[in-house]
Nanobody, 123 residues
């Protein structure tokens, strides 16, 4: 089972990026998916999650209104659209697959993790 995150890069403040997380080895269409991030010297923090159907989505306060999360179960892929990026958004972004169908902020509920993709936002 593998989660492959991609789409990171260097962007100026105010810009946008779209991260993708492609799953292989099994389908996650019945599992919630989440995005977390870890900035240098800081702990990993929750960013967003989406339920198996896409009907429930949750965002951290720091990204609410700027980031959106979506999924394409036919492609076994989840996306994180990041707009109005700020230097504080600089981090390695990880996607993860929840053990259940709904999702949440607690990282311990996520069983599978991708390798991370680096997002750098310059001021």
């Amino acid at each position: 089972v593998q989660l492959q995150a991609s789409g990171g890069g260097l962007v100026q403040a105010g810009g946008s990026l779209r991260l993708s997380c492609a799953a292989s080895g099994r389908t996650f269409s019945n599992n919630a998916m989440g995005w977390f991030r870890q900035a240098p010297g800081k702990e990993r923090e929750f960013v967003a999650c989406i339920s198996w159907s896409g009907g429930f989505r949750l965002f951290s306060d720091s990204v609410k209104g700027r980031f959106t999360i979506s999924r394409d179960n036919a492609k076994n892929t989840v996306y994180l659209q990041m707009n109005s990026l700020k230097p504080d958004d600089t981090a390695v972004y990880y996607c993860a697959a929840d053990r259940g169908a709904v999702g949440g902020r607690d990282p311990t509920r996520y069983r599978y993790w991708g390798q991370g993709t680096l997002v750098t936002v310059s001021s």
